[in-house]
C-alpha cells in the first residue's frame, strides 16, 4: 500500500470570533498557507489572512481589450480589405457603424476570459479535497468554524502546528493525510 501524505492540520473553533482572533495571530506570527472555513463569511477575515487583491479583474480587462481590438481589426479588415464596397461616396471604414460589434465582442470575450479565469485561479475542477475525509469537517456547512496549516506553509512542522492551534483555543486538532 502507498504511503500516506500528510496535507497538514485542522482544528475546530468555537466560534467565528475565535477563528478570526486565530488566524490573525497565525498570519502575525508568518503562517502563509493557511485556511479559514467557516458556513458563511466572517468579517475581517480577507485582512486577518493578509489577502491580496483578485486577479481576475486584470483577466477581464485583458478580454475586454483584446475583444475590442478584435472587433475594430475585424470591422475594418472587413469593409476596407476583404470586401470594399462604397456606398454613396461614403469611407470604408467609420467607428460609428461599428459600435454594436465592440460591444458585443468585449464583452463577450471578457465573459470567456472571466470564467476561464476563475476556474484556473481555484483550480477547478478538484473532484475530491484532502478534508472530505475529515469527518467533523462536514459540520462546516451548518454550524462549525475550522482553521488548517497546510503542510507546504514554510513554518509548518506537524507536532509545532498542533501546538500552536492549540493554544489558540483549536479543538478537535486533527492531521490530515492526502
Known sequence: MAEQKNWGVIAEFENPARL?????????DGYKDVESWSPFPIHGMDDAMKLSGSKVPWF???????????????????????????????????????VPVFFELTVLLSAIC????????????????????????????????FLSIESSDPLYDTEKSQT??????????TLVEE
Open 20 to 28: 478570526l482572533e486565530a488566524m490573525t495571530k497565525l498570519t502575525d
Open 60 to 98: 477581464t480587462l485583458t478580454g475586454a481589450i483584446s475583444g475590442m481590438s478584435l472587433a475594430a481589426w475585424l470591422q475594418w479588415w472587413t469593409g476596407s480589405v476583404d470586401y470594399p464596397v462604397v456606398i454613396g461616396g461614403k469611407p470604408l471604414f467609420t467607428w460609428e457603424y461599428a
Open 114 to 145: 472571466t470564467f476561464i479565469s476563475i476556474f484556473v485561479l481555484n483550480k477547478l475542477p478538484m473532484p475530491s479535497h484532502p478534508l472530505d475525509n475529515v469527518p467533523m469537517f462536514r459540520r462546516v456547512t451548518d454550524d462549525a468554524f
Open 164 to 173: 500552536v492551534l492549540a493554544e489558540l483555543g483549536g479543538t478537535n486538532i
